[in-house]
């Protein structure tokens, strides 16, 4: 099964907005077509923002973020990273690697300009649904 990190970003904009693209690709992982690697980093920071920016309720982000894990491969990355300046980017990076992931969809500005890292294919996810031959 194709293995991909859905950042934090896409993760929110998928439970938030499941008719759009993101929402598209995290239903790709619900229906367990793609597999979603995460890690307790990326799924404590989802919590976190949903609560702080969107102001959701403890209960309601806790639950976001369980029925998230209930669909996902949840790894603990081992190495530590620092290619990029904002140190959550790299949590990020580290995911794909201990998850061996294929394809790190994000519509971060700093992990996009990366492009590629060690193998891993970094695209926001329309480009993600074109690659994988779900693009419209």
């Not at 806790?62 to 491969?73: G, I, K, M, P």
Request: hydrophobic content about 45%; aromatic content about 8%.
């Amino acid at each position: 099964m194709l293995k991909a990190v859905l950042d934090t970003n896409v993760l929110i904009s998928g439970v938030y907005f499941p008719s759009g693209t993101p929402g598209q690709v995290l239903a790709l992982a619900r229906k367990k077509q793609i597999q979603n690697i995460t890690s307790p980093f990326i799924l404590e920071e989802m919590e976190r923002i949903l609560e702080e920016k969107f102001l959701w309720q403890k209960a309601r982000a806790v639950q976001a973020v369980r029925w998230v894990r209930s669909f996902s491969l949840v790894v603990q990355p081992h190495e530590t990273l620092a290619v990029v300046a904002h140190a959550s980017d790299n949590r990020i990076l580290e995911c794909a690697l201990e998850g061996g992931a294929r394809y790190l969809v994000s519509g971060d500005k700093h992990l996009k300009q990366l492009r590629r890292y060690q193998g891993i294919d970094i695209l926001e996810p329309r480009a993600f649904l074109a690659a994988i031959g779900e693009g419209n």
